[in-house]
């Protein structure tokens, strides 16, 4: 399941939730990104972006952990300068440095590659997190918890999704200034 994809879902289901947060509920938030990682992992042709956010809307301002990871990335070792002249021209693909050795890879696409996420917020576990295992797009294992209320659930829907801190780490990655992935998302999509 691609980003798109589920950031597709997630707008479906946030249209259609009866707890009044429509897209333009979340219009104008910016989230900023601290511990910024990047583990390539050229072997298992796998690259993760991880970061952490602060939440805005809990009061005790907790912070979150972000995780986006790729699978199927192609890598180019960089093993003399013709190489590496050759790649820096690439507008898609981006230098990366695994231990002493100098790599490019193909930037990921949101659009059409299959991505991997999770999000430590509550929104993210209680709404997609055992959604998104089924559908494979879910960074490790679903938390178990027991609902302590009779509301209905949160995911009438059933659907995989992503929670707002994904949706803006992926407007950072794919930033010009930053291009981590690759296809722009504007933030109509979501209606930010
Ligand atoms: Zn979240």
Request: hydrophobic residues 35%; contains cysteine; charged residues 25%.
């Amino acid at each position: 399941m691609t980003f798109e994809e589920l950031l597709k879902y997630s707008y479906l289901l946030r249209t259609a939730h009866q707890d009044g947060r429509t897209p333009e509920f979340y219009k104008g938030w910016n989230y900023r990104f601290s511990f910024f990682n990047v583990r390539p992992f050229a072997g298992t042709r796998t690259i993760m972006f991880m970061a952490e956010t602060r939440s805005i809307t809990n009061p005790r301002k907790v912070s979150y952990k972000l995780i986006m990871q790729f699978k199927e990335v192609q890598f180019k070792k960089i093993t003399n300068q013709e190489e590496a002249d050759e790649y820096a021209k690439k507008k898609d693909w981006k230098y990366v440095q695994i231990q002493d050795l100098h790599f490019y890879y193909k930037l990921p696409s949101l659009k059409t590659d299959d991505v991997m996420v999770k999000c430590a917020c509550f929104d993210f576990r209680f709404s997609f997190e055992y959604y998104n295992k089924q559908y494979g797009a879910l960074v490790g294992q679903p938390r178990l918890y027991h609902s302590k209320n009779k509301l209905p659930p949160r995911n009438f829907k059933r659907t995989p999704g992503v929670c707002k801190h994904l949706y803006h780490f992926a407007l950072f990655l794919c930033h010009p200034k930053n291009r981590w992935v690759d296809s722009k998302i504007t933030r109509t999509i979501w209606g930010l």
